[in-house]
């Protein structure tokens, strides 16, 4: 019985964490398209 709850434990503790890596992840990413999308950079052709 205590062999489940350690499992789901765990299962509960790596989709908190890889949830809140996604989370961080995209809020990163965000960041860096919208700074990228500031910056005057000329393009060349």
Known sequence: HEAV???LG???AWLTNTAAS???G???GA???TVLHFLPIKKKH
Do not use: D, E, N, R
């Open 5 to 7: 709850h350690g499992t």
């Open 10 to 12: 765990s299962v509960l």
């Open 22 to 24: 996604a989370i961080v």
């Open 26 to 28: 995209a809020v990163v």
């Open 31 to 33: 960041v860096v398209v």
